[in-house]
């Protein structure tokens, strides 16, 4: 204890002590926040969110567009606006790629406090999602939720059902908490945080340099943040299942590339290919037909309640869409899995539901995978598909009031 004593009076001690209190006062400014990687989650979080409340002078809407990068990518806010223009109606997306329920729950809480003028959502659904419920915390979701005060996410944690397991080795016990050690630090400690895209800085510093002024010299004067413009296809690569996909894009790194294809193009897709093979086989222990009372669903359910409440308590309809995929990944929407959702979707929204909008089949009667960038996400084309009958349909069906839970300006 005397070497102790003697080691925490030393003033050497301090040093380093408060060179990280400045550096992480500093960082809790904001002032690193606009030299955040391009496209990572901590970066899309904030600039989807602040690009969408910048815009409000100009457009303040009236529809709001809620989802992953399913319906990011998916859906053109441009052409869902020209599609509803003459009825003085406006509509925005606050899609946020990657965003697990507490993220889409965190934006949503942001964005109505400065958009009360909000009538109707958009929430656009994927299928699989409440088998496959996560109860820990993966990086991505880290990032994005640090993004937001602390005092609106740690509740959070605990309302949500997320885990964290330690273990002491003196008991020789495992423990099971909601409020990991290594999460509450990367959460409440911007230094933390950031430790991974400040490595990137400082051994690239040119290529974001390169990217923060070509945003600056090409500032985005869209009322949308983005829109999707990858013209690369699937059906390049001929594909047969979801096997063949990752046998022919094992080597993403290697040529050949397909004449519209490229590295980053076939390693999404091998991604995605894995990924659906995971998710099918995680869904199939069994031959029963899913149904909504295993442990998956009824969190994954809790938790979209609490992030669809943002909307009913301020009675503001929702219509709940389900996108095109592509037929690679076989019939993972079936009809067992959209029976559960219109039950539970039924429950949580009740008289404030507009509509229940199956989109999956769009591309039945052709290649789908020509309107597909990967597995789960459209290109441009696709994008239009989507976006045109998605955007007559709200037209006709819910503004011209032909369904329940209609908008009027």
């Known amino acids: 204890m005397t070497e102790f004593n003697k080691f925490y009076r030393d003033k050497r001690f301090f040093i380093p002590v408060v060179v990280f209190l400045v550096f992480e006062i500093l960082l809790e400014t904001g002032i690193y926040t606009p030299f955040l990687k391009k496209n990572s989650y901590a970066a899309n979080i904030n600039r989807i969110t602040n690009h969408v409340i910048s815009k409000k002078e100009s457009h303040d809407p009236d529809i709001l567009i809620l989802g992953t990068s399913v319906a990011y990518q998916g859906l053109s806010t441009r052409i869902l606006q020209e599609k509803i223009s003459s009825t003085g109606l406006k509509i ?184 659906s093979i995971d998710t099918i086989n995680r869904l199939a222990p069994t031959k029963q037909a899913p149904t909504a009372d295993t442990e998956s669903t009824r969190l994954y359910f809790k938790r979209l309640t609490r992030v669809l409440q943002n909307y009913t308590s301020k009675n503001i309809n929702v219509l709940t869409v389900f996108a095109p995929y592509s037929y690679t990944m076989g019939n993972i929407g079936g009809p067992e899995k959209m029976e559960v959702w219109r039950r539970e979707i039924s429950k949580i929204l009740g008289k404030n539901s507009s509509g229940f909008l199956d989109l999956q089949n769009l591309f039945e009667n052709d290649d789908s995978n020509k309107y597909c960038y990967d597995t789960i996400h459209l290109n441009k084309e696709g994008m239009e598909k989507f976006s045109n009958a998605l955007g007559d349909y709200l037209y006709s069906e819910i503004i011209q009031g032909k369904v329940d839970g209609k908008i009027r300006k």
């Open 92 to 275: 925005q997306s606050i899609a946020i790629p990657g965003s697990e329920l507490i993220v889409q729950h965190l934006a949503s809480e942001k964005l109505l406090k400065e958009f009360p003028n909000v009538k109707l959502l958009i929430y656009v659904g994927e299928v699989t999602m409440p088998w496959v419920s996560q109860t820990g915390l993966g990086l991505p979701t880290l990032a994005m939720i640090s993004e937001f005060p602390r005092l609106d996410v740690i509740p959070l944690l605990k309302e949500f059902e997320y885990t964290s397991k330690f273990r002491v080795p003196v008991l020789e016990k495992e423990f099971e908490t909601h409020y990991g050690i290594s999460d509450m630090s990367y959460i409440l400690f911007k230094t933390i945080a950031y430790r991974r895209d400040m490595n990137d800085f400082i051994l690239d510093p040119g290529k974001r340099i390169k990217y923060i002024s070509r945003d600056r010299r090409n500032p985005n004067n869209n009322f949308y943040y983005f829109e999707n413009d990858h013209t690369e296809k699937m059906s390049s690569y001929g594909f047969t299942s979801l096997e063949d996909c990752v046998n022919k894009t094992r080597d993403y790194n290697l040529p050949p590339f397909p004449e519209n294809s490229n590295l980053d193009h076939k390693k999404a897709i091998l991604d995605t290919c894995a990924l």
